[in-house]
Nanobody
Framework: QVQLVESGGGLVQPWGSLRLSCVAS?????????MGWYRQAPGKQRELVAD???????NYADSVKGRFTISRDNAKRTVYLQMNNLKVEDTAVYYC???????WGQGTQVVVSA
């Protein structure tokens, strides 16, 4: 059973924008959980992009600071990743993670290419 469902990926040109969404199922969602976005590019390890705590405190990888914004809507059991000024090096599969229970989504592909 898929418990975290990502959406919003796709093909975008450099300097473009995308907004990723991740919806958690009722069975696993916790307002107390840290939620995060990770990404994995071909041939590279999965890395943290951004995360957000239950208190809405955020943390970003240096490579995305000033370009990406993570947010959450607990009423919708959803975490978002607004990605602006995308670069070719942002190309990866993006995964959502809920810290409580260490739940992962199946990923959504983002391709930044001219």
């Amino acid at each position: 059973q898929v418990q975290l469902v990502e959406s919003g990926g796709g093909l975008v040109q450099p300097w473009g924008s995308l907004r990723l969404s991740c919806v958690a199922s009722v069975s696993i969602f916790s307002i107390y959980a840290n939620m995060g976005w990770y990404r994995q590019a071909p041939g590279k390890q999965r890395e943290l992009v951004a995360d957000i705590g239950s208190d809405a405190r955020t943390n970003y990888a240096d490579s995305v600071k000033g370009r990406f914004t993570i947010s959450r809507d607990n009423a919708k059991r959803t975490v978002y990743l607004q990605m602006n000024n995308l670069k070719v090096e942002d190309t990866a599969v993006y995964y959502c993670r809920q810290g409580v229970g260490n739940h992962w989504g199946q990923g959504t592909q983002v391709v930044v290419s001219a």
